[in-house]
């Protein structure tokens, strides 16, 4: 078939591959690559093994069979381990992606610079270029650039509260952007230091945590409290405790027991034990593979994600019902369907008419009973 | 379809559109992310199947690439299944790599290179034994079968698989 204008391909937003005269670009994309998906890691983990996918592939894939898809070793989930390092690297290559693609096209190509050229659709690359302009405009803000700059390169670095710095506590002093004075963020409006707006338009534009101005100081001693007394903030604020669910065995819980794991978290608990027991199955996945990436969707999103996929399965086993049955309602379907499965239909006849045959002949000669035993 | 499904079918098109399929091995036809079909032929000259060419059909569920591939060669009035002692004459085919050793890191193309390969190693055109019972009784998705694979051809094709892949991959 003509490849060169698939239909199917024209909705798809993918960023173009690096020119075939780069092989050695072409490696470096790949390698932060899941071969599960075949996307960038998204919160990877490596096994027993050492081979590294997305957490939620593996998961799934180690859920149908215990063995690394790679290079077939057996792995259990136990042996999964969070890699920090491929995570960083995987998201340090997606913000150089653009800038590198743009150094490797022909220097005609080069006018345009690809983070900006419309031919990079991709979601991804537009919180980049969103991210370059948010830089830009608050760069503008700020009376010493460089410093800004700098301070801004840095927010790979943990952001901590005890960074501070003079500048911040001398209102009077207004000039002196420095990184932990706040700022608009250019997309959402919300009030961020400025350290963080491109991590937080990364995100894409989660509400800010409400924390109030100028109490970093008088507050240190709770807050050491709070770490001593082994009780987060964040522990606090959320609904449920985010720890890796265990598996239930499916195959001694009851209905209850898979019923009381998704009121845990909120889930709806209709259905027979199959849709319990797939619905359960799915959010452990979810649940636990969020755990293991540094840019955790929140658990409304996370919800919202498994009714999307239970949603999608409704549909793929109603589409082929709906098909077959629009095909029988009409005469020409009808038609056409006996047509097509014509040659089924003689088959089974010519069998039955085959088998009847030999009963027949059985009876009749009463000594063929070793050809009794038959496949129906 | 969901997400993953569709995303990684979709990379594979794309991918085949780029780089194009192996030698001997076309995409016929791919109208949705459900069915696709490849003709396979297999090349040189000492090959039993010299001249011949197969339809193989793929249909990807919602859980594709963690769940295998429905495969089949199609047994139509336009394309015959090859006689391979692993092939039934509907089209149903016995290999590991579609069933206990499917790997999500595989993608079709790999699936029509093990094919291939099964083909060009075979020297003796035949049906698998029991063909005729087989066939009579089988269900129409060759995954509700329950096959034993303890034939020492398709574990060979399985690790040689792995060093085609290595390459193609790349």
């Known amino acids: 078939m003509d490849m060169s204008s698939h239909p199917l391909l024209a909705s ?39 081979h590294s996918f997305c957490s939620s592939c593996i ?10 898809p790679s290079c077939n ?65 608050s760069g503008s803000r ?38 932990n004075d706040e700022a608009p963020c250019p997309i959402c409006q919300a009030t961020l230091p400025i350290s963080s707006i491109p991590m937080h338009i990364e995100k894409g534009c989660p509400p800010p945590k409400t924390r109030t101005n100028g109490i970093r100081k008088g507050n240190q001693k709770a807050d050491w409290k709070k770490v001593f007394s082994g009780q987060t903030s964040s522990g606090k604020t959320k609904e449920v405790e985010l720890k890796r669910i265990t598996k239930p065995n499916y ?37 636990n593979s969020n ?19 239970e949603a999608s399965k409704r549909r793929d086993k109603e589409k082929g019902k709906d098909d077959m049955v629009a095909q029988l309602g009409n005469r020409d379907g009808l038609q056409k369907y006996a047509k097509d499965k014509k040659s089924e239909f003689e088959r089974l006849k010519r069998e039955i008419m085959e088998r009847d045959k030999r009963r027949k002949d059985e009876e009749e000669g009463k000594g063929g009973r070793e050809n009794a035993i038959e496949v129906e | ?65 963690i769940d295998v591939p429905e495969v089949t060669f199609l047994a139509n009035d336009q394309y015959q299944p090859p006689l391979h002692p692993h092939v039934y004459s509907n089209g149903h085919i016995c290999a590991s790599i579609l069933g206990n050793e499917w790997s999500p890191v595989l993608n079709a193309v790999a699936i029509c290179i093990t094919m291939q390969s099964m083909l060009a190693s075979n020297k003796k ?43 193609l991959l790349n």
């Open chain 1, 12 to 50: 798809m937003d993918e960023p173009p591959p690096f020119p075939s005269n780069y092989p050695q670009l072409r490696r470096l994309d790949r390698s932060v690559y899941c071969q599960i998906c075949k996307e960038p890691f998204q919160g990877p983990v490596s096994i027993a093994c050492g």
């Open chain 1, 59 to 68: 998961r799934s894939s180690l859920d149908v069979l215990k063995k690394c």
């Open chain 1, 73 to 137: 070793e057996p792995a259990s989930e136990g042996s999964i381990r969070r890699n920090r390092a491929l995570e960083e690297i995987t998201d340090a290559w997606e913000e150089s992606r653009p800038i590198i693609y743009g150094f490797a096209q022909p220097p005609i190509a080069k006018k345009r610079p690809a983070p900006d050229s419309g031919s990079k659709p991709t979601s991804s690359s537009n919180t980049k270029k969103l991210k370059t302009s948010s830089r830009e405009a």
């Open chain 1, 142 to 179: 700020s009376q010493s650039p460089t410093k800004f700059r700098i301070s801004n390169e840095e927010q790979d670095v943990d952001q901590t509260e005890d960074l501070q710095d003079e500048g911040n506590d001398d209102l009077d002093d207004v000039q002196e952007l420095t990184e």
């Open chain 1, 251 to 287: 195959m001694i819980a009851t209905p209850a027991d898979l019923r009381a794991i998704l009121a845990e978290y909120s889930l709806p608990t209709t259905g027979d034990k199959e849709i319990l027991i797939k619905r359960v199955q799915e959010w452990i996945i979810l649940f």
């Open chain 1, 291 to 309: 755990l293991d990436t540094s840019h955790p969707s929140s658990l409304s999103a996370l919800r919202a994600r498994l009714s999307d996929v």
């Open chain 2, 1 to 65: 379809m969901s997400g993953l499904a569709t995303k990684r079918l979709m990379k594979e098109l794309a991918d085949i559109q780029g780089k194009g399929t192996p030698e001997g091995i076309v995409l016929l036809s791919a109208d949705d992310l459900q069915e696709w079909i490849f003709l396979i032929s297999v090349l040189g000259e000492e090959t039993i199947y010299k001249g011949e060419t197969f339809a193989l059909r793929m249909k990807f569920g919602n859980r594709y690439p």
């Open chain 2, 125 to 167: 055109k035949s049906r698998p034994e029991g063909n005729d019972r087989y066939v009579r009784s089988a269900p129409s998705n060759p995954k509700l079968t329950r096959w034993h694979y303890d034939d020492d051809v398709s574990f060979s094709i399985r690790l040689n698989l792995f060093n085609i892949l290595r390459v």
